[in-house]
Structure formats: C-alpha cells, structure tokens
C-alpha cells in the first residue's frame, strides 16, 4: 500500500476524495481504457467483436450482468477481469465491518465510529482485488451466506437481541463498494434467489426481522448456463428483471481464436508446434458439430486446453524413454487423446461403446483438414514413392526422431514440408522429424501409404 495516502478522514475530505460509486468508478476507469487504446479485457479471447462490446455498453450504463452460457466459455475469467477496472486502491474506515468509505459510512457500527471520532476517523486503504466476492451457489447456500443473520456470539458478550450491531453481515453486505459474482445462478434455490431482490433495486436488506436501510453500493454479476436445457433450476423471473443485461457468450469463432486460448491458457510440459495445436483446435470444433455429441452440454474450451496438455505429456513421456532433448510433440501424441479425454463429453443417447471410435474419427478428419491447409498444393509423391520402395518409417512412443529420419533418403520436398511447417533446416532432428511424421500421416489419410499399429504404441509407415 502506498505511504502516502491519507490516514484520517479529516486528511481524506482535504485531499478532495470526494465519494464515487462502483458503478460510476468502473464506468470512468473503462472510458479512459478505451480512449486510450489500452485493452480493458487482457487474457479473453475471441470476445473481442461479440460480448466484449455488450458487456462494455451493460457497465457504461451502471448494469447489473448476467452472462449465459454453456461450459467452458470463459464466463468466470470474464467477470474477474472486470476488477481491473477498479480504482487500484480505495479507502475504508479502519476496523469497520463492510467496507464504507469513510465519508460516507453506511452501517450502524460505521456511522458511531464516524460520530465520536469525526475527522480522527482513522482510515485504511484496500487493493482492488480485495473487492472482489465470487460464490458458487451450491444447494446448501442460505440466507445467512448471502445476506447475513444474527450472531449468537455477539448477543452471548452481552448485546441485546435488538441491537443491530448483533448482526453478521454476509457476502452482499461485506463486498460494499466491489463486485459480487455469483456462478451457475440457476443453481440457488428459488427462496434464496428471493433474498436478493431487494439487495439489487431497493438497496436494504432484511435478517430476521431486521430492516436495515443499508444503502449497498454493489455490482452483482452472474453466470448461468441457457435456461432452454438445463433442469437443476431457473432465474426466478423478478430476478431477472432486476439484471440489466444478459449477455450470451460463445466458443471462440475461429481456429486461430481456439489456437490463441490453448497456447494462453494450457500449461505444456513439452514443445508442441503449430501444426499440432491447429489439429486439436479442428478436432474440438468438429466435435462441437457432430450429432453424436450432446450439444446442449457442449464441449467446453478446456478440453482443447487439457487435449494439448495431454499431447505434451506424451512427448514428455517418450523423451524420458528415448533421453531425446528437448522433448517436442510428433502426430503419433494425438494417439493419447481420445482416450484419455472421452469422460469430458457427454454423448448422444445410442452413441454407447462407439465413443473411442467416433473420437477417433472426428481426430483424423481434423488432422486432414490441417494437413490440406499447410502442405495443399505441395507435391509429396516423392515422399510416398520412397515409403513404397522400401524405406518403411517406424514410430511411436518408444522411437525417437533421429531413427523416422534415418529411415528416409534426403528428399528436397521435405525441406519444404518443414518451412510449410515452420521447422527452420538448422532446428533439432526431433522438430523436423515432427514435420516428416506430419507429411506422412496426411499421406496415409490421402491413402497414398499404409500404416500398420500393434498393441505397443508403434506404428509402421509402409507401401
């Protein structure tokens, strides 16, 4: 915390620090981003021309927001980028329960601490991210959790039940002048949803019994998935019209934008080209099409995230086994895949013990679509010619990259599947051998050679 900022309210008040809403602070932090060209919304990913502008209108309007949609579609990373537009430090009355500014307290403890010390009102300074409430609403979330109820430990030291001080605020009150998320809304019950009512528009809560005119200075967010398909709950309807917006967000919209939050958000143990993470990025978009998958789940941008991840572990795997350095992703990784991951989609109903057969598939179609993007127009007979005179190239995770490429004679159209790829000629022997093994698996699906796998992991490239 900055040294020297004001400690007391009397310092406060000539400082200037005038009272600012959250709404009004947030709507002046994001306006002078934008004039400036800064990007408000680091680390979200092709947002950038659907939700990003509606979202940015909601807040300039002072808009409570509702994001819907399914799994996996960044709705919780966006509502906590949403703190960066906070003042980076604000201040609260030291001591005090909620978070009050000290010009302008708001609770019973608040406005007595205010009276008897006026401008010695000893004041403390709280980070932005300090303002930030996120609950998960779960079937075991009350009343109490959300807004507060009476403490038995307060009335046991000798307090009055009627006293308001007896009171325990909960996550609403506590995040005065900040931010309140709440995840997967739907989930809370119908008679909790209720508590929040008069919180959003009325601005006074109520805790058995107690009517206290709190006037909570918040922005609730909230994500939920579309109420068309799920059956755990709904947004009561008063609710929803206490929301300003409701904002529906999607999967990226691209292959580049899918690329682009895989290579930000996976955490790869191994080198994994291009190449590789483009097939990954097709593969999950096409299961986003298929009809054996259940889209009303959808296929969340974490199994693009966790697919990548699993492709690094098994490079990383064969290079412990092989003592290959560094240790890069070839095509016979993507193997590992539908394995590992089937349990992260739901299928269609009929679709049971076909599911390792259609990952498989829908694999290779991406795989086709990537190679005929990169190498389209490139003439790789030579390569198939040389595989049908008798140089049979073996791989898989026990095989390293010095062996795919001995295997093969010097062939000038592999030095331009390698630059296609974006393998340099001076890179190690295992990223052009990533390449090499890239021409020959888009050969294979071309059925222009044979490949021939046992139960070990290898694979034999051949006529």
């Known amino acids: 915390m900055p040294t020297d900022l004001p400690a007391t309210a009397g310092a406060l008040r000539a400082a200037g620090y005038a009272p600012r809403s959250v709404k009004a602070e947030i709507r002046e932090n994001l306006l002078a981003r ?13 947002f950038d021309r659907t939700v990003l502008p509606q979202l940015e209108r909601a807040l300039l309007a002072g808009h409570d927001v509702v994001l819907l949609g399914e799994r996996g579609q960044g709705k919780t990373r966006l509502l906590r980028t949403v703190v960066e537009l906070l003042d980076e430090w604000t201040p609260v009355i030291e001591g005090a329960e909620l978070g009050e500014h000290p010009l302008e307290p708001i609770s019973p403890q608040g406005r007595r601490l205010a009276a008897e010390l006026g401008d010695d009102l000893p004041v403390v300074w ?10 998960l609403a779960t079937p075991d979330t009350s009343v109490g959790d959300l807004i507060g109820d009476v403490d038995p430990v307060k ?10 001080e007896t009171i325990h605020f909960g996550l609403v009150p506590r995040a005065h002048r900040g931010i309140v998320a709440v995840n997967e809304l739907p989930d809370l019950a119908e008679r909790i949803q209720v508590a929040l009512l008069n919180v959003m528009e009325e601005r006074d809560i109520q805790v058995r019994g107690y009517t206290l005119r709190l006037p909570l200075d918040v922005l609730l967010v909230a994500t939920a998935n579309p109420e068309d398909y799920t059956n755990r709950g709904r947004i009561i309807t008063p609710l929803k019209d206490r929301f300003g917006a409701e904002i529906r967000t999607h999967y990226p919209l691209t292959v580049e934008a899918e690329m682009a939050l895989v290579r930000q958000e996976a955490e790869l143990v191994a080198e994994v080209g291009d190449p590789l993470i483009e097939v990954l990025a097709r593969f999950v978009r096409r299961l986003r099409e298929s009809p054996a998958i259940d889209q009303r789940s959808g296929v969340s941008a974490r199994f693009a995230v966790a697919a990548a991840e699993t492709v690094a572990a098994a490079a990383l ?10 240790a890069v992703a070839r095509p016979v990784d993507l193997e590992s895949v539908p394995a ?30 990537t190679a005929r993007d990169r190498l389209g127009g490139l003439d790789l007979r030579p ?17 390293p990259g010095t062996q795919v490429l ?6 000038p159209v592999l030095h331009e599947v390698a630059l296609r790829l974006g393998v340099a000629v001076g890179d190690p022997p295992q990223r052009i051998a990533a390449a090499v093994e890239f021409a020959l698996e888009s050969l294979y699906l071309a059925r222009q050679v044979a490949k021939d796998s046992d139960d070990e992991g290898s694979a034999v490239y051949g006529a």
């Open 34 to 46: 934008l004039a400036s060209g800064d990007d408000p919304w680091p680390g979200i990913v092709g």
């Open 155 to 164: 009335v046991a030291e000798g307090r009055r039940l009627g006293d308001p």
């Open 406 to 411: 001995s295997a093969l004679p010097e062939l």
């Open 340 to 369: 590992v991951l089937r349990g992260k989609l739901e299928f269609e109903s009929g679709e049971e013990g076909r599911e390792q057969e259609h990952l498989t598939h829908m694999l290779r179609r991406a795989f086709a679509d």
């Open 383 to 399: 390569l198939a010619d040389a595989v049908d005179e008798g140089h049979l190239v073996t791989t898989g995770e026990r095989v």
């Open 317 to 326: 795997r064969r290079a412990a086994l092989t003592g290959e350095d560094p």
């Open 126 to 135: 709280r980070h932005r991210s300090q303002r930030y409430a996120e609950k």
